[in-house]
Nanobody, 128 residues
Framework: QVQLVESGGGLVQAGVSPRLSCRVIGRTFNTGAMGWFRQAPGKEREFLAAINWSGVSTYSTDSVKDRFTISRDNAKNTVYLQMNSLKPEDTAVYYC?????????????????????WGQGTQVTVSS
């Protein structure tokens, strides 16, 4: 059974730079990509960043690419999201997912419906 387990969330003050982790249990992914999304109350799940299985290629949305960085450690079967200078508007549940398809063309790994596995999410609340 495949599990994605996120950690690193919590209540933080604006301006801090926490790192989220997503550990994959039960399988080693060697195709497609891992991605991070977030979902605020009343809003759709929003793509943040993705990284292909080798770590060579990364993808991110313009709104956070200057503050958030995705990385992975395949030896630990873990993907990270480094978040810098958090703002209250970053408050959301953060999810990691695994998309097993190889993407060609534009918009790679940015569609939540394409993902095959999801973690349970970790809440990040940013106080001002």
């Amino acid at each position: 059974q495949v599990q994605l387990v996120e950690s690193g969330g919590g209540l933080v003050q604006a301006g801090v730079s926490p790192r989220l982790s997503c550990r994959v249990i039960g399988r080693t992914f060697n195709t497609g990509a891992m991605g991070w999304f977030r979902q605020a109350p009343g809003k759709e799940r929003e793509f943040l960043a993705a990284i292909n299985w080798s770590g060579v290629s990364t993808y991110s949305t313009d709104s956070v690419k200057d503050r958030f960085t995705i990385s992975r450690d395949n030896a630990k079967n873990t993907v990270y999201l480094q978040m810098n200078s958090l703002k209250p508007e970053d408050t959301a549940v953060y999810y990691c997912g695994a998309d097993l398809e190889i993407c060609v063309g534009g918009g790679c790994y940015s569609r939540a419906d394409d993902y095959d596995y999801w973690g349970q999410g970790t809440q990040v609340t940013v106080s001002s």
